[in-house]
């Protein structure tokens, strides 16, 4: 997936969104189309991803199917994206998804897993007390 493929969902949910065919809100994410798929060349598909609200790229570039997605965001589930066949899980809340993140961690460590679990958080969660 490209910064273009990621640039043209999110024009996509835009429309969607300003044509009321959205259920619910949505949170954008423009801007680090390029950071991020640096950081998802080292992501495997069997890693574990907890994301923010704002996880649509996280979404993509961890192999979850563009439409699938879509139809969650129409659905009005865009900060509450989950998906156990690709291990992908968000949350609405700050901080919402680290106590979850560092509990998968520790079972996949206790279990002598190779798999990882990578957890994206907004700046406004290191006020929160589970940072």
Request: with cysteine; net charge negative.
């Amino acid at each position: 997936m490209t910064a273009a493929d990621l640039i043209a969902f999110e024009k996509r949910v835009i429309e969607a969104f300003t044509e009321k065919r959205v259920m619910g809100p949505v949170h954008l994410s423009g801007g680090n189309e390029q950071t991020l798929i640096e950081i998802f060349k080292d992501v495997h598909l069997d890693d574990y991803v907890f994301s923010t609200y704002r996880s649509h790229f996280h979404a993509l570039l961890h192999g979850v199917p563009e439409e699938w997605l879509f139809t969650e965001i129409l659905e009005g589930r865009s900060m509450n994206i989950f998906s156990v066949e690709h291990r992908f899980v968000t949350s609405a809340i700050v901080g919402g998804c680290l106590s979850q993140a560092v509990g998968v961690a520790a079972a996949l460590k206790r279990k002598g897993e190779p798999r990882k679990v990578w957890c994206f958080v907004g700046d406004m969660c290191e006020t929160t007390g589970a940072f």
